[in-house]
């Protein structure tokens, strides 16, 4: 594949062979499109996005979810109330004129898709398809199957997994796009190894597939696991596989060796038709490895897409100090040397953005001086984020020790999740209880993309707090290094990599229960953060130099992508293409 050297490299102007096509149930593609829920869609949305800023010759393909995720309702007591987001795909899309049949419980329903066109910074397009079964002709039922995200019940995600899987393969087909590799991200995809293997067969009922057969389907698919637990991995019964999916392809299935106790287990069949495979930290990939000893599991650490999530302050900074940073993010590591001044400022200005966006959504005038710790993740329970009130008494003490303390919340926990609704609620009861002069405690509604990047920017310090394994990577703590915020974090997910004690951020030592925790995040709150904030100024300046210069130039998705290309995807064949993108792009910031 040649590059034009004379113009930016654009999807219209490159032949459609040799793509990648890139498959997940969820997508953050804009911030008014409700076709995501939390970090996996946040990242498969930067992950399109730096693809398109590279040039990669890549489309995308997930479901259109009509009616959203769901926004959040809390009232004043704690309780979550869920509504729905209904869009029209057709305000933000083109609708293609192909059309696709899947079979569900044996029934045949037509699929159609949408496209959108994400252009990256150089003019290079991403294609994403969302696929919609809102057609006349199928049923009332089935023409929901693709309305809302995570919704309903087992059955419904099986169903939903056949439109995204199977559908999503021969729609690649039917829009005549020549792909040499399917990345499934996340085991939500599988089925479109089965799609591949029968395309492979000569289409039909599945027979007797040969070792050439899979290895052939093996040749065209890679797979990324954001899962650390075994519980969190898509499992579907015998019967629903047989119901839903069709006997035959059951049977087939079970000998393939894709059903564990009895279940079909979707991130298995992932591994068992794929050539590459990996985790999304170092951490994750280990763990992986563990939980599936038969495979070869490597390691990808997720990034964030810079330009999306440095705020306005710090990227006019930016442009002006290392003008060279959106077209090549590893010259953020020329941080170390931004003026420390002019970064305060920046800080300063992203800060009373967020607190004027907390005053707006709650009538609470925070004070910007104050030292504001953030917390924002989905509400589930093994993300503690009730840990920092462990110690009520202390957290108090240390409030008063640091001339006053804020700290902000935000988190949907899924509807069906009654533990993580639970834990709303008692962060909120005790924040009521809590919060004084000295200590403000604020749960934010409705955490989405627009509130996450005000949140990044706009604290002090980013708090994580997860038990130990569970957290495969997390991005939330990497969009505020981007912001030169420092974490303090347990040592889970990425943060294994990312932190370098009192240079970006403090780590929260493992202890042996939740109490010891606990302890150990007070100890680095009394000794470490609050001296240092409330020491001289350019001192935190200085942490938050190094938090952006060495953090930053690395957990972005411009790195990620490149990885992806050279380690995953074509291994030699890519780097030529990637590499003279980068070179024809423009060198001048562009907005």
Not at 243 to 253: E, F, K, P, V
Not at 262 to 275: D, E, I, K
Not at 518 to 545: D, F, I, S, T
Request: glycine residues 8%; contains cysteine; hydrophobic residues 40%.
């Amino acid at each position: 594949m040649q590059l034009n050297s004379t113009k930016p490299f654009s999807y219209e102007t490159t032949p459609t062979s040799g793509l990648v096509a890139y498959f997940s149930m969820e997508i953050a593609i804009d911030r008014a499109m409700p076709t995501y829920s939390g970090g996996l869609g946040m990242l498969a949305g930067d992950t399109l996005r730096s693809a398109a800023d590279l040039g990669v010759p890549l489309v995308a393909f997930s479901l259109a979810h009509r009616k959203g995720y769901f926004q959040q309702h809390l009232s004043p007591a704690g309780d979550q109330t869920e509504e729905v987001q209904p869009w029209n795909p057709s305000d933000f899309c083109t609708e293609e004129a192909a059309r696709i049949r899947v079979s569900v419980e044996g029934r045949d329903v037509m699929v159609r898709a949408w496209r959108y066109d994400l252009r990256g910074r150089y003019g290079h397009v991403v294609p994403i398809y969302l696929l919609d079964t809102d057609l006349d002709g199928n049923s009332g039922w089935d023409r929901g199957l693709t309305d809302h995200l995570y919704g309903g019940d087992t059955n419904y995600r099986l169903q939903q997994e056949i439109v995204l899987g199977l559908g999503g393969a021969r729609m690649a087909n039917a829009l005549g796009l020549k792909v040499n590799v399917y990345h499934m991200n996340e085991g939500h995809a599988a089925l479109l190894t089965l799609a591949l293997l029968e395309s492979e067969m000569g289409g039909g009922p599945l027979n007797s597939p040969t070792d050439a057969d899979i290895l052939q389907v093996r040749n065209k698919c890679v797979f990324t696991t954001h899962t650390p637990v075994p519980a969190g991995h898509d499992r579907f019964s015998t019967e629903q596989s047989i119901r839903i999916l069709g006997g035959d392809r059951t049977a087939r299935l079970e000998k393939l060796g894709v059903f564990e106790g009895g279940l079909l287990n979707m991130t298995m069949l992932a591994l068992r038709f794929s050539r590459y495979a990996n985790g999304v930290a170092m951490q994750h990939g280990k763990v992986s490895r563990a939980m599936f000893p038969q495979y070869q599991i490597d390691s990808i650490t997720n990034g964030v897409h810079a330009p999306t999530w440095i705020s306005e302050p710090v990227q006019q900074m930016l442009d002006v100090q290392i003008p060279s940073w959106r077209r090549d993010n590893l010259t953020l590591r020329n941080a170390i040397d931004l003026p420390e001044q002019e970064l305060r400022d920046a800080h300063h200005r992203a800060k009373e953005a967020l607190l004027t966006e907390v005053a707006t959504r709650t009538g609470l005038v925070l004070n910007p001086r104050v030292l504001t710790l953030g917390f924002a993740r989905r509400a589930a329970t093994y993300k503690r984020a009730n840990l920092l009130f462990a110690d009520p008494e202390r957290l108090l003490k240390i409030a008063t020790q640091a001339g006053g303390l804020q700290i902000l919340y935000a988190g949907k926990a899924h509807p069906a999740d009654d533990p993580g609704k639970a834990l709303i609620h008692s962060v909120i009861e005790t924040a009521s209880k809590l919060s004084n002069d000295m200590l403000r405690v604020v749960y934010l509604e409705n955490y989405a993309w627009d509130l996450g990047a005000l949140l990044t920017a706009g604290v002090d310090v980013w708090v994580n707090t997860p038990r130990r394994p569970y957290e495969a990577s997390g991005t939330s703590g990497m969009k505020a290094a981007l912001n030169g915020v420092p974490s303090l974090s347990i040592l889970d997910g990425w943060w294994i990599e990312g932190c370098i004690e009192g240079v970006t951020g403090w780590a929260i030592e493992d202890g042996a229960n939740d109490a010891e925790e606990a302890e150990n995040l007070y100890r680095k709150l009394e000794n470490a953060v609050v001296p240092l904030y409330c020491g001289e100024p350019q001192h935190w300046a200085r942490m938050m130099r190094t938090t952006l210069a060495f953090n930053g130039s690395f957990f972005n998705t411009n790195r990620m992508v490149k990885q992806y290309t050279r380690n995953s995807y074509y291994p030699v064949k890519l780097i030529e293409t990637v590499t003279k993108a980068e070179e024809t792009a423009p060198s001048y910031a562009m907005k």
